[in-house]
């Protein structure tokens, strides 16, 4: 069935410098992914979105990269801070027997180290 | 803040038992999901309904079960609870379908012993 999955489960990253996070999906009829953020006892919180038809969006200190050649997408967090420590997911919307259905992939651990 | 409300916050129920978490949408929000969070887990699709209608299931299993009311407010029923029940569950609203960004509540916080 389709999946969602990152390669790395957690990453630690030095203030100031610069992190990418990745995730593999696997439903190439997948038309729109989003990146999330989700601190310590609270839900998810949107960052980024990217559409299909599209390779690249950025945001502020934020950029998603999709490559659908591979079915990969990355989050790059620019000039991290000690409030861009949380778990971030990607998420992909695909059309499953008539619904749309927004799937969530495992997680990946950010810690910014001072 | 989300916009999105759901109570309780804290749940703690004895095996067996039956419980309702209830989710407010954001205000003109159609969409209505609801995700099961494990333990250090992802999250996984519950249930979808839109405008009063179930739009689509994941692995939802058969103990469980949602609706959607017409002041668009929805509730998830857990009967039969297990310990592997024991997770954060999560509400998240949309103004039309999941292709468009979803604003999730805080959670409800099951534990079950």
């Known amino acids: 069935g389709e999946s969602v999955g990152l390669h790395l489960p957690t990453l630690s990253v030095q203030e100031g410098d610069n992190s990418i996070i990745n995730c593999a999906y696997s439903?190439?009829?997948?038309?729109?992914f989003i990146w999330y953020k989700q601190e310590s006892g609270k839900g998810p919180q949107f960052i980024i979105d990217i559409r299909s038809n599209m390779d690249k969006r950025q945001g502020q200190r934020v950029t998603v990269l999709l490559n659908k050649t591979v079915k990969h997408l990355s989050l790059q967090i620019a000039a991290t801070q000690p409030g861009d420590s949380a778990v971030y997911f990607c998420?992909?919307?695909?059309?499953?027997?008539?619904?749309?259905?927004?799937?969530f992939g495992t997680g990946t651990r950010l810690t910014i180290i001072p | 803040d989300s916009g999105v409300t759901q109570t309780p916050k804290h749940l703690i129920t004895a095996t067996g038992q039956r419980v309702t978490l209830r989710c407010s949408p954001r205000s003109g929000d159609l969409s209505v999901y609801w995700y099961q969070q494990s333990l250090d887990q992802g999250l996984q699709f519950l249930i979808q309904?839109?405008?009063?209608?179930?739009?689509a299931k994941g692995n939802i299993l058969e103990r469980f079960s949602a609706q959607q009311f017409p002041d668009l407010h929805s509730e998830l029923n857990l009967s039969s609870l297990e310990l592997g029940d024991s997770a954060l569950y999560f509400c998240?609203?949309?103004?039309?379908?999941?292709?468009?960004?979803?604003?999730f509540g805080q959670g409800t916080r099951l534990t079950v012993v």
């Open positions: 998240a609203s949309s103004v039309v379908g999941a292709n468009t960004e979803a604003f």
């Open positions: 309904y839109y405008n009063g209608e179930e739009r």
């Open positions: 998420a992909e919307t695909a059309w499953d027997f008539g619904n749309e259905k927004l799937t």
């Open positions: 439903n190439s009829a997948s038309d729109y």
